[in-house]
Nanobody
Framework: VQLQASGGGLVQAGGSLRLSCAASGRTFRYYSMGWFRQAPGKEREFVVGISRSGGSTNYADSVKGRFTISRDNAKNTVYLQMNSLEPEDTAVYYC??????????????WGQGTQVTVSS
């Protein structure tokens, strides 16, 4: 599975962005998906995950109520709607396939990342 993340950019605090992660191949629907992020000088951290069917999700406490993950298996795409963005959300965001839990070791494939910058 090859993953291509897009949708990042520069936004003011309080604004919104929607990230997309497009997957190649017909097996996308068999993979749970997750989003991670990595800020400069910090370790990569889990943001949110979604099960293969989309019926289960798993959010980091820091984004609950502000971010929403969804997927469209017909389009081989997973989305991350980010609202009420804060400067602390500034990071490179990565999508990954293979799990929807917090441990990055559970993911088999990673996208290249898209930069999100939130100005105060």
């Amino acid at each position: 599975v090859q993953l291509q993340a897009s949708g990042g950019g520069l936004v003011q605090a309080g604004g919104s962005l929607r990230l997309s992660c497009a997957a190649s191949g017909r097996t996308f629907r068999y993979y749970s998906m997750g989003w991670f992020r990595q800020a400069p000088g910090k370790e990569r951290e889990f943001v949110v995950g979604i099960s293969r069917s989309g019926g289960s999700t798993n959010y980091a406490d820091s984004v609950k109520g502000r971010f929403t993950i969804s997927r469209d298996n017909a389009k081989n795409t997973v989305y991350l709607q980010m609202n009420s963005l804060e400067p602390e959300d500034t990071a490179v965001y990565y999508c990954a396939a293979g799990s929807y839990f917090r441990d990055p070791a559970g993911y088999d494939y990673w996208g290249q990342g898209t930069q999100v910058t939130v100005s105060s």
